[in-house]
């Protein structure tokens, strides 16, 4: 009875006085409509670089497909709620406009584009959340820079979100959301002009100068400690260079934010390819999934049109601090070791029961890896995919390490602690079952060597309940049980690996894998239990 009210005390104890005045603020009735005419637009002061594309949305002149799931819009009209509803904000994000190949498609933009404008008023309803309104107005401005004629009514539309948007700020999320706010605010300051417009790059510019140190930390990184919303993150600072090259004066202050902009977009490119795997793949640790982000290619030639670059990552052992994550190259294996906090205490929806997780790939191909992410919203499945048991990690029970619940929340949170990286190992340990009878502690040590890998975990006090470790195998492998303890991985019929279970109880099971959003695939798994709080595995790779 009194675990739901102390679940919520410890998810809701650390938020900002911000975000709590931000949500009292939504409360309060929407704001009307400013329906004047657009300010003018701006003279172009450079030439606009070409984004990296989207994959295609739009497959016919109503029917699109976001995340695995196509629906009709004659059909499911702009906001049916028996459709997800991240799906619908997808909806209204037009990113299309965009995205690979979009000249084909010309026809069923402009009517798409068209249709909107005549069926989604101002007003409550997803069309225009903040979220959506930023993510859209930013589209829309991306594609009339990108040469694509806009009509009075476009122009109208813009001005018209760009003063809805300025007026609800997600200062109860903050985070990315917040920052996606201020963008597309700087992109309709940049874009317009006259006194209205400056308001609107003055609000967006101030947002930005207070989030960038908050939100970029000194290694590079994302402060939410997601690959994906990092890649996203870093697509964001690339257009806001892009924009005020092609937009803005020399007078203009957002002339100022340019040499923050080019140092943190150099070193979000560095962290961004230092937890990406060869095959291109970034590394699952919190919500992270395929196909959402451009790929890191796509960012690092986006990047070197902006005239930034930085150097690859290379042999030896990088730990990536205060991000907390540690990157191991050896001989034909890149490894990914999670010690990292599970992000901001005020902002940890995207968040996972993964920490002294890991990935590893051999010869360009993954071999153990994080189950993913393959929905959001609230239920099983997503309970499951944040959950401890979907990550390469020791589980107590069927506890998680940090307490992730309601799809976006977090309770109790694990913290790592005795974190050392030496040239050839990496040790660490994390308090997150310490709620538990004898406040058990896990210890993980990653030992590498040139052609295997010894994980060790120690719990102690040993718990009273099972202890798991698993080694979430990649989709495509498959494991045959060689001899007892030892076990082989295969693709088709070449062997890949070997694990050999040192201490411990294994067994193979099957688990699901969140190829991208909507798509899941069966994968082996081995699960090794805990013997008297202790348990080791030997992986080696072979030629």
Partial sequence: MWARPGRLWRTVRWLKPIQV??????????????????????????????????????????RLRFLAEEHDL???GWDDPSVALLWRYNLHYFDDLNAIAGASRRVWQHALVRRWLAD??????SAWAPYPVSLRMVNWF???????????SLLHSLAVQARWLERRLEWHLLGNHLFANAKALVFAGLFFEGSEADRWLSTGLAILRRELPEQILTDGGQFERTPMYHALALEDLLDLLNVIDACAPATSPAQALVPDLRRYSTAMLHWLRCLRHPDGALARFNDTAEGIAPPTDELEHYAAAMGLTTAMPGDGVLSLQPSGYVRVQRGAAVAFIDVA???????????????????????????????????????????????????????????????????FRVGRRARPQAVRVEADAVDAAHDGYRHLPGSPVHRRRWQFDDDGLLVQDWISPAPAEVATARWHFA???????????????????????RLEVVVGQARLVSTLHA??????????TLDIILVNGLAAARLTWIA
Avoid at 142 to 152: H, N, T, Y
Avoid at 341 to 366: M, N
Wanted: net charge positive; proline share 10%; aromatic share 6%.
């Fill in 515 to 524: 190829q991208r959003f909507g798509q899941v695939v069966e994968a082996p």
């Fill in 120 to 125: 989604n008023q101002p007003g409550p309803g």
């Fill in 142 to 152: 991306k594609w009339v820079l990108g040469g694509e004629a806009a009509d009075e």
């Fill in 341 to 407: 906090p599970i992000g901001p205490d005020y902002l940890p929806g995207h968040a996972h029961a993964d920490t002294l997780s890991f990935e590893l790939s051999v010869d360009g191909r993954q071999l153990i890896v994080n189950r993913g992410t393959s929905i959001y919203g609230i239920g099983p499945r997503r309970q499951w995919e944040r959950g401890t048991a979907a990550h390469s990690t020791v589980q107590i029970g069927a506890r998680d390490s940090s307490e992730v619940w309601a799809g």
């Fill in 475 to 497: 989709p495509g492998l498959r494991l045959v049980n060689e001899r007892t303890g030892t076990w082989l991985a295969l693709e088709g019929e070449r062997a890949l690996a």
């Fill in 21 to 62: 005045i931000g949500r009292l603020r939504l409360r309060l009735p929407q704001p009307r409509p400013d329906l004047r005419v657009a300010p003018q637009q701006r003279t172009s002061t450079g030439p606009w670089v070409t984004p990296p594309g989207r994959v295609p949305s739009l497959l016919g002149p109503t």
């Fill in 74 to 76: 004659a059909e499911v």
